[in-house]
Protein backbone atom coordinates (compact mmCIF):
# COMPACT_ATOMS: atom_id res chain seq x y z
CA UNK A 1 0.00 0.00 0.00
CA UNK A 2 1.33 3.42 -1.22
CA UNK A 3 1.16 5.99 1.63
CA UNK A 4 3.09 9.52 2.47
CA UNK A 5 2.88 10.62 5.67
CA UNK A 6 4.14 14.10 6.47
CA UNK A 7 5.11 15.31 9.87
CA UNK A 8 6.62 18.94 11.31
CA UNK A 9 3.98 21.35 11.02
CA UNK A 10 3.29 23.64 13.89
CA UNK A 11 2.57 27.14 14.93
CA UNK A 12 6.16 29.38 14.47
CA UNK A 13 6.64 33.07 15.00
CA UNK A 14 7.53 35.47 11.91
CA UNK A 15 11.02 35.07 10.76
CA UNK A 16 11.04 31.81 11.96
CA UNK A 17 11.98 28.21 10.69
CA UNK A 18 10.00 24.82 10.30
CA UNK A 19 11.09 21.36 8.87
CA UNK A 20 8.43 19.34 7.22
CA UNK A 21 9.12 15.74 6.24
CA UNK A 22 7.42 13.60 3.79
CA UNK A 23 7.87 9.70 4.42
CA UNK A 24 6.70 7.59 1.50
CA UNK A 25 6.25 4.00 1.81
CA UNK A 26 5.33 1.10 -0.74
CA UNK A 27 7.41 2.56 -3.09
CA UNK A 28 9.62 5.09 -4.77
CA UNK A 29 8.48 7.79 -6.63
CA UNK A 30 9.68 10.15 -9.65
CA UNK A 31 9.04 13.13 -8.45
CA UNK A 32 7.99 14.63 -5.54
CA UNK A 33 6.35 17.98 -4.23
CA UNK A 34 5.27 19.95 -2.02
CA UNK A 35 1.81 22.16 -2.64
CA UNK A 36 0.24 24.32 0.18
CA UNK A 37 -3.16 25.74 0.56
CA UNK A 38 -4.64 28.54 2.60
CA UNK A 39 -8.36 28.88 3.43
CA UNK A 40 -10.81 29.95 0.85
CA UNK A 41 -7.40 30.01 -1.91
CA UNK A 42 -6.57 27.70 -4.80
CA UNK A 43 -3.60 24.44 -3.95
CA UNK A 44 -0.35 26.48 -4.44
CA UNK A 45 2.85 24.65 -6.08
CA UNK A 46 5.36 25.52 -3.56
CA UNK A 47 8.08 23.54 -4.38
CA UNK A 48 9.48 20.00 -6.18
CA UNK A 49 12.66 17.50 -6.20
CA UNK A 50 13.17 14.46 -8.83
CA UNK A 51 14.34 11.59 -6.86
CA UNK A 52 16.80 10.59 -9.39
CA UNK A 53 19.01 13.75 -9.67
CA UNK A 54 17.97 16.05 -6.40
CA UNK A 55 17.55 18.80 -8.51
CA UNK A 56 15.22 20.69 -6.95
CA UNK A 57 12.78 23.49 -7.97
CA UNK A 58 10.96 26.29 -6.27
CA UNK A 59 7.54 28.53 -6.58
CA UNK A 60 8.54 31.85 -6.74
CA UNK A 61 6.82 32.96 -3.45
CA UNK A 62 9.06 31.12 -1.70
CA UNK A 63 12.56 31.13 -3.51
CA UNK A 64 15.43 31.92 -0.90
CA UNK A 65 13.69 31.00 1.96
CA UNK A 66 12.45 27.43 1.34
CA UNK A 67 14.70 24.41 0.65
CA UNK A 68 13.61 20.97 -0.56
CA UNK A 69 16.02 17.68 -0.15
CA UNK A 70 15.91 14.15 0.34
CA UNK A 71 17.24 10.92 2.55
CA UNK A 72 17.23 8.18 -0.02
CA UNK A 73 18.10 5.72 2.84
CA UNK A 74 14.79 6.66 4.45
CA UNK A 75 12.73 7.27 1.32
CA UNK A 76 11.81 10.67 2.48
CA UNK A 77 11.37 14.33 1.30
CA UNK A 78 12.09 17.43 3.72
CA UNK A 79 11.08 20.92 3.05
CA UNK A 80 13.03 23.40 5.21
CA UNK A 81 11.15 26.35 5.65
CA UNK A 82 13.30 29.50 6.81
CA UNK A 83 12.04 33.32 7.41
CA UNK A 84 8.50 32.45 7.71
CA UNK A 85 6.15 35.18 7.07
CA UNK A 86 1.91 34.85 8.30
CA UNK A 87 1.49 34.15 4.43
CA UNK A 88 2.89 31.31 4.82
CA UNK A 89 0.14 29.95 6.81
CA UNK A 90 -1.71 27.15 5.55
CA UNK A 91 -1.92 23.18 5.01
CA UNK A 92 0.94 21.89 3.15
CA UNK A 93 0.27 18.67 1.24
CA UNK A 94 3.63 15.90 0.59
CA UNK A 95 2.93 14.92 -3.28
CA UNK A 96 4.04 11.99 -5.73
CA UNK A 97 4.60 11.36 -9.25
CA UNK A 98 5.21 8.30 -11.07
CA UNK A 99 6.57 10.51 -14.25
CA UNK A 100 9.73 11.76 -14.42
CA UNK A 101 9.59 15.39 -14.65
CA UNK A 102 8.61 18.92 -13.39
CA UNK A 103 5.39 20.22 -12.60
CA UNK A 104 3.57 22.96 -11.07
CA UNK A 105 0.07 21.26 -11.67
CA UNK A 106 -1.27 19.32 -8.98
CA UNK A 107 -3.14 17.26 -11.17
CA UNK A 108 0.11 15.95 -12.40
CA UNK A 109 0.66 14.04 -9.05
CA UNK A 110 -1.01 10.70 -8.62
CA UNK A 111 -0.32 10.44 -4.67
CA UNK A 112 -1.46 12.48 -1.84
CA UNK A 113 -0.47 12.62 1.65
CA UNK A 114 -2.87 13.65 4.29
CA UNK A 115 -1.44 17.39 4.84
CA UNK A 116 0.29 18.87 7.86
CA UNK A 117 -1.25 22.48 9.34
CA UNK A 118 1.70 25.43 9.67
CA UNK A 119 0.73 28.66 11.45
CA UNK A 120 2.57 31.48 11.13
CA UNK A 121 2.05 34.08 13.74
CA UNK A 122 2.76 38.13 13.40
Known amino acids: QVQLVESGGGLVQAGGSLRLSCAASGRTFSTYAWFRQAPGKEREFVAS????????YYGDSVKGRFTMSKDNAKNTVYLQMNSLKPEDTAVYYCAASSSLGVSTAAGYYNYWGQGTQVTVSS
Open 49 to 56: IIWSTGRP
